[in-house]
């Protein structure tokens, strides 16, 4: 399926192994990257993935337990060229792919005039609100060709995603390798940057960014000391490493953020953490968004007065109920526009939600054989078989 900008599958949860080594050999032979180790430059000619990380996400879903959701949703995002998996993380885009999967098999009954799903991610342990026009509204999105099946997505509460708090160091700036950044998890955490001083722009291509192993290693630098002062975990709760931060495809999400101009707030190349994006993560792009909206952040001072006029405040309101806030972000894709509902209040910070609009498609619904399984996976699978026959499963 694509969500937004990303590609990857979905799977139903029930038909898969509960154990996770099991879980994990199969989504790496679905995907065509390496069982263990590293395989440098692998091109995934044995699976679904694509190569770079926006094409190598695989979601897992099932009914939710207790009434305060319809699904869980549970993201493994993979890399091409080596075995590890991050459980840690959500993906804003490829989220909006849920809703299509969900009406497309049945397991979701539409309405009118829209169908509206309550998803909860296990990784974050956020919850979604998902609106899909039904019948299907068509809808274009930047960096991506074509009008397809419309997705609002609502995300609740966002804020300390990973770590539990929106400004995860303590402070709204801090400066690692004698630059000024902050350190702001909304969604996800993320290390901003202002791209001028790294002696960029944020309108460099994505092909000129990733083609610089200067500019990659400096970045390297920043997000692993900002990882670690902002106390990142893995997914089993330890404390993540130097090396762990160094190698991480995941967290913590860095940019480079410039001026916008007259279609947008704020410019920014974003990094994923490895690879420049080739547009805007959404995830990071409401985490941009509510960065944006408050005083003192490396994004805050990056939005001229007048675009912050724009939004009728120099910073977040102290007033409860007061209209949401939209911030344009201009990226290499075009303009991504998030949505804060949020009020300050001293020093306190509230955001109810933070909204975006994308588009999904199915791109192949079937069976995918598995070669090669291990004993144990093969076993998992043949007793289920024995069981669909017997008719107890």
Avoid at 1 to 23: C, F, K, N
Avoid at 219 to 228: E, T, Y
Wanted: overall charge negative; some cysteine; aromatic content about 6%.
């Amino acid at each position: 399926m694509r969500g937004g900008t990303s590609t990857g599958i979905v799977l139903w949860d029930a038909h898969l192994p509960q154990e996770v080594s099991l879980r994990e050999e199969l989504v790496r032979h679905l995907m065509g990257v390496p069982q263990e180790g590293t395989t440098p430059r692998n091109r995934q000619t044995t699976g679904l993935g694509r190569g770079a990380p926006t094409s190598n996400k695989v979601f897992l879903m099932k009914h939710h337990q207790g009434a305060d959701a319809d699904f869980d949703s549970t993201l493994a995002q993979l890399a091409a060229d080596h075995a590890r998996i991050d459980w840690g993380v959500n993906c804003g885009n490829m989220s909006a792919a849920l809703p299509l999967y969900l009406l497309q098999t049945g397991l979701a009954e539409p309405a009118t005039p829209e169908t509206q799903l309550r998803i909860w991610n296990t990784n974050t342990r956020k919850l979604t609100d998902m609106r899909m026009p039904t019948p299907f509204e068509m809808a274009t999105i930047p960096g991506v060709p074509g009008r397809f099946p419309s997705v609002e997505l609502v995300l609740r509460d966002p804020v300390g995603a990973r770590t539990g708090s929106l400004f995860p160091t303590g402070n709204r700036q801090d400066c690692f390798d004698d630059v000024p950044v902050s350190c702001v998890d909304v969604a996800v955490p993320m290390v901003i940057v202002r791209a001028t001083d790294l002696g960029y722009t944020a309108r460099e291509s994505v092909a000129s960014l990733q083609a610089d192993p200067g500019l990659m290693a400096r970045l390297r630098s920043i997000w692993v000391q900002a990882g670690l002062r902002m106390g990142l975990k893995t997914a089993a709760g330890a404390p993540m490493t130097e090396a762990e931060l160094a190698q991480s495809e995941t967290v913590p999400k860095i940019c480079m953020v410039g001026p916008g101009d007259g279609d947008s707030d704020i410019h920014v190349r974003y990094f994923t953490p490895q690879a420049p994006h080739s547009s805007m993560a959404v995830t990071g792009g409401c985490c941009l968004a509510v960065a944006a909206l408050l005083g003192g952040t490396v994004a805050f001072e990056t939005v001229s007065q007048s675009q912050r006029s724009r939004t009728g405040a120099s910073s977040m309101t102290a007033q409860i109920g007061y209209e949401p806030v939209v911030v344009r972000i201009g990226n290499p894709a075009g303009v991504l526009q998030a949505t804060v509902s949020g009020y300050e209040s001293g020093s306190e910070v509230t955001i109810p939600w933070v909204s975006y609009q994308r588009s999904a498609q199915v791109l192949l619904q079937g069976l995918a054989p598995i070669y090669q399984a291990s004993d144990a996976l093969m076993l998992f699978f043949e007793s289920r078989h024995a069981q669909a026959l017997s008719g107890r499963h």
